[in-house]
C-alpha cells in the first residue's frame, strides 16, 4: 500500500472520527437536556407537593385551632353551669333546713320574698333540699341564678368564682361577696351573699342579715 493510499484511508479515518465526536456530542446535548428536563419536572413536582403538603398543614392547623377554640368554649360553659352535690347525708330525725345568715328556715317554701315576689326559696326533692334564688348586681342585672341547687352564671358577668361539688362562691369587681352556697348534706343548705330585688338589698353574713329595705316590702320565711 503506497503512501498516498494510507493518506486518503487516514483522512477518511479522520472524518469519520469527526462525525462520531459530532454524534457523541450531540447525543451528550440530548441526554443532558432530557436529564435536565427531568430535574426540571421533578423540581415542579417537589415543589408543588411541597406547597400541597404545606396548605394541608395549614388546613390542619386551621382545623386544631377551631377543635381547641370549640373546647375551650365548652369549658367555659361547662364552667358556667353545674349542679351543687350533697357530699354528706343527713341524719334521718334531722330536719330539712337553709341557714341564711344566723336564721334557720324549716319547711319554709318562701325564705325571702320583696314586694310579694319570693326571692329565696326551698323545697324537696328526692331526699335533698333545693334552693333557688337569683342574683342581681346594684343595676339590676341578673349575676348569677340558681334553681333546684343548678346553679348559672351570667356569661359577661365580672365575677371571681369558686366552684366546689358541694359549694358555689362568686365575688364581684369590688370584692364583695355576692353569693356563698354550700350544701352541708341532702338536708342543710348554708346561704350568704347580697341579695337584690328593686331597691331593696339584704346581706347575709355569719353575724347575720342586714336588711336595707328602702320603703320596700321585705318578708322572711312568710312574714
Not at 315576689?117 to 342585672?141: A, C, F, H, R, W
Request: charged letters at 25%.
Amino acid at each position: 500500500m503506497n503512501t498516498e493510499t494510507l493518506l486518503t484511508l487516514f483522512k477518511i479515518l479522520g472524518f469519520v472520527g469527526a462525525f462520531f465526536i459530532l454524534l457523541s456530542s450531540i447525543g451528550v446535548w440530548h441526554c443532558k437536556s432530557v436529564l435536565n428536563k427531568e430535574k426540571d419536572k421533578k423540581i415542579e413536582e417537589l415543589v408543588k407537593g411541597n406547597n400541597e403538603l404545606n396548605q394541608r398543614m395549614d388546613r390542619l392547623a386551621q382545623l386544631v385551632e377551631e377543635q381547641n377554640r370549640y373546647l375551650k368554649e365548652q369549658y367555659e360553659i361547662q364552667l358556667a353551669t353545674g349542679r351543687l352535690i350533697p357530699t354528706t347525708l343527713g341524719r334521718d330525725e334531722e330536719p330539712y333546713q337553709l341557714l341564711f345568715g344566723t336564721n334557720i328556715f324549716i319547711n319554709t317554701p318562701d325564705v325571702l320574698v320583696v314586694n310579694g315576689i319570693p326571692l329565696i326559696t326551698m323545697k324537696v326533692i328526692n331526699n335533698t333540699l333545693m334552693l333557688s334564688t337569683t342574683i342581681y348586681d346594684e343595676q339590676g342585672q341578673v349575676l348569677a341564678i340558681i334553681r333546684d341547687n343548678e346553679w348559672i352564671f351570667e356569661r359577661t358577668a365580672k365575677l371571681r368564682k369558686e366552684i366546689k361539688l358541694n359549694s358555689v362562691k362568686a365575688w364581684d369587681d369590688k370584692n364583695r361577696l355576692v353569693l356563698d352556697c354550700e350544701l352541708l348534706s341532702n338536708k342543710i343548705i348554708k346561704l350568704k351573699g347580697i341579695f337584690r330585688k328593686g331597691n331593696s338589698e339584704i346581706i347575709a353574713t355569719d353575724e347575720g342579715l342586714t336588711v336595707n329595705s328602702r320603703g320596700e316590702a321585705v318578708g322572711l320565711g312568710g312574714s
